[in-house]
Structures are given as C-alpha cells and as structure tokens.
C-alpha cells in the first residue's frame, strides 16, 4: 500500500518570501500520479499543482513550483512571493495511474501561516 | 467551485437520528468518493464508485451507508453515529486521469 508522510505540521512565511513544504511517499508502482492540494478555511480542498511520476520535468504552476525527486520518493511544494491569501492547509496526494475509481492517498496536511 | 457540490453544508444530529449528506457533480465524472477528514489526521477515504458500482469500502462501519443512483449524484446515509463520528466528510470526482474535484464539505457533529 501507498503511504505519502508530510513531516512538516505547521510552517509560517513572511509574505512576499519563499516557503518549501515537503512531502515523502513510499510506493512500489513506477507509474503514478503526485498532487499537491490547498484547504483554506472555506474547507473547499483546490488543486494547486500535479506532476505524472514519468515525467522527469518538475511542473510549475504560477508561484507554485515542485521538486519531484523520484529515486528518493520525495516530492516538495516551494510558494514563491507568498501572498497572505495563501494561507492554509496543503495536503500532498498520491494516486496510480489508473484510470477512473482509483483512490487518492494523502499525507497528514502542512498548516501554512503567512505572516504580513 | 469545482463544480462538485455537496448539502448541506453543516448537520447537527443526535444518536438515534437518521440523516443523509448529498453530492452532485455535472462535470461528467464517472468516479465519485466519500471521504473523513478529522482533526488532526490524513483524510480518509471511506468509499469509491466507479460508473455507479461500489468499488471499494474501506472498512467503513455499517452506520454509514452510501448511495450512488447515478454517475452524477452520491449519498451518504447516516444512522445510530456516535460522537466519534463527527468530522468533516469530503465528497470528490474524479473522470479518467484528470485530477480529483472536491466539494465543501458537511461538517457533521454527533450529539
């Protein structure tokens, strides 16, 4: 079974600066799928950013960034000019590459505070 | 919006009640899952339906049973929960290999 770890229970940035949010998983599948997700207090669960495990290009989305390092199972979210509405809880996600029924397996969520 | 939709919103109920939690989705998803999110611990994911049919059950208590009567609409029916049911339940689609869409939630409290 698929375990994805977030080391980091809570992590607080100065706005404007640069924060990195780690995330480990343990799989013994070579294709897969990698997620980050963002919970504001609305509760409302918004994917930031996704990365296909066959692809060696890290992906970028705006601020967000990733560092998806595969023989180390390791996959990090770094958040650019951290803006005060980025505020909250980011989930790391993985999920096989199969298609349409397959589960997401989350790790235990960062609490992101953005200082002004 | 995600365009997945979950009602209501907050539900307040006590032991002996029978309640259900909804969610609608018209993304044309062919997926749908329940999750559990409670305080301090990773989601978890209670059931998944694939073009309607049950796929899997993960080991949930039989006081919550779910419902999928079509691709579109999922239920969650609720009886005789204890207090340590109270949580956050996630609905979420998902369509071939896209991401998963998730709604608001219901925060649920057992009394």
């Known amino acids: 079974a698929q375990t994805v770890t977030q080391s980091q229970p809570e992590m607080s940035v100065q706005e404007a600066e640069t924060v990195t949010l780690s995330c480990t998983y343990d799989?013994?599948?070579?294709?897969?799928?990698l997620f980050w997700y963002k919970q504001p207090p609305s509760r409302q669960m918004i994917l930031v950013i996704r990365?296909?495990?066959?692809?060696?290009q890290n992906a970028t989305e705006n601020r967000f960034s990733v560092n998806f390092q595969k023989a180390a199972k390791s996959f990090s979210l770094k958040i650019s000019d951290s803006q005060l509405g980025d505020a909250a809880m980011y989930f790391c996600a993985y999920r096989s590459q199969e298609t349409s029924g397959s589960r997401l397996t989350f790790g235990e969520g960062t609490q992101l505070t953005v200082n002004p | 919006e995600t365009g997945v939709t979950q009602t209501p919103r907050h539900l307040v109920m006590g032991m002996t009640n029978k309640k259900s939690l909804k969610c609608e989705q018209h993304l044309g998803h062919n997926a749908m899952y329940w999750y559990k999110q409670s305080a301090k611990k990773p989601l978890e994911l209670m059931f998944v339906y694939n073009f309607k049919e049950q796929t899997e059950n993960n080991s949930v208590p039989s006081r919550f049973s779910p419902e999928c009567p079509n691709s579109s609409h999922l239920f969650l029916h609720l009886h005789t929960l204890q207090p340590e049911d109270s949580a956050l339940y996630l609905c979420?689609?998902?369509?071939?290999?896209?991401?998963?869409?998730f709604g608001q939630g219901t925060r649920l409290t057992v009394v």
């Open positions: 990365q296909e495990a066959y692809k060696q």
């Open positions: 799989t013994s599948e070579s294709d897969y799928y």
């Open positions: 979420a689609s998902k369509g071939g290999v896209t991401e998963a869409f």
